[in-house]
């Protein structure tokens, strides 16, 4: 019986095939239209007019403003509330614990237009709805990505070596000193993780912001799709979606998302 190998090279293949039709083709699309625009016979030229018109409409500027103050203020509750139920859950020795973790991040399993219409129809009858956009599209944005923080935070806390944490107290630090300069720093890789993973979602999701806020707050990903679909503007969308990777290339490179710190791994420069 022939036995079929395949080299390295040969398994790749599958996956260089997905990356040029569905990455490398749709961004270099993406390129093309955000650096070009219709001249008055209908041809394509190179310009920087698309994003110096971004630059120069205090309405899109508005919009890029409100979508980092959501984002930031949506990723700040989510750490502030996972980063003590994870540790929790970590640091105990309660029974079945992976059960109540399930129960956290269950509501990732639900449907997402099915979990944000519960949602709604519940801040309709405590009668927020129509009053308090902003407070309902934040609200709304934890709801929805609290999951993807508590997951990261509490798999990192999990896995922490506890030999750290004891020496530390045999050194004589307190509970907030070990805390503080031992277990926070080991837990940055999930923090950082989470705060990644909260904040980029926060600026696009739009469906949120719509349905929370019936239509009321305009955020990144909604003026992307208008473009495309409403205005059938490409060069525009495309300019507003090249502006939204660069953010969110920055926002990775400011949170180390894209080196490995193995020190910190180690336990390395705690003190």
């Not at 625009?37 to 110096?52: I, K, M, P, S, V």
């Not at 934890?142 to 798999?155: E, G, K, N, R, S």
């Not at 720093?185 to 912001?209: A, C, E, H, K």
């Not at 300019?239 to 490995?260: D, N, Q, R, W, Y």
Request: charged share 15%; hydrophobic share 55%.
């Amino acid at each position: 019986m022939m036995k079929l190998r395949f080299s390295r090279k040969q398994l790749c293949i599958p996956y260089a095939l997905f990356l040029i039709l569905f990455v490398v083709i749709p961004m270099l699309m993406i390129l093309f239209y955000a650096f070009t625009g219709e001249g008055a016979d209908g041809t394509l030229t190179f310009t920087f007019a698309n994003f110096a018109d971004f630059f120069t409409s205090r309405a899109k500027l508005s919009t890029l403003l409100m979508s980092f103050t959501i984002a930031i203020i949506s990723t700040a509750i989510c750490l502030v509330i996972a980063y003590p139920l994870a540790y929790v859950l970590a640091r105990s020795n309660i029974k079945r614990k992976n059960v109540l973790l399930m129960i956290f991040i269950m509501p990732m399993w639900i449907n997402f237009v099915l979990r944000i219409t519960a949602l709604r129809e519940l801040l309709d009858l405590i009668g927020l709805l129509g009053t308090q956009n902003y407070l309902n599209t934040i609200i709304g944005m934890v709801y929805d990505f609290l999951p993807f923080m508590i997951l990261p935070l509490y798999t990192t806390l999990e896995k922490l070596d506890k030999s750290y944490l004891e020496a530390a107290a045999d050194l004589g630090g307190n509970k907030f000193t070990v805390f503080t300069r031992v277990t926070f720093p080991l837990s940055m890789p999930g923090v950082i993780s989470g705060i990644t993973m909260v904040f980029m979602p926060s600026m696009t999701n739009y469906v949120v912001s719509d349905t929370l806020s019936n239509f009321n707050i305009t955020i990144l990903g909604k003026l992307i799709d208008e473009y495309f679909t409403t205005y059938d503007n490409w060069h525009m969308g495309s300019m507003i979606s090249i502006i939204l990777l660069v953010i969110i290339f920055l926002t990775l490179l400011a949170t180390g998302g894209f080196k490995e710190d193995k020190s910190n791994a180690r336990g390395a420069n705690l003190w």
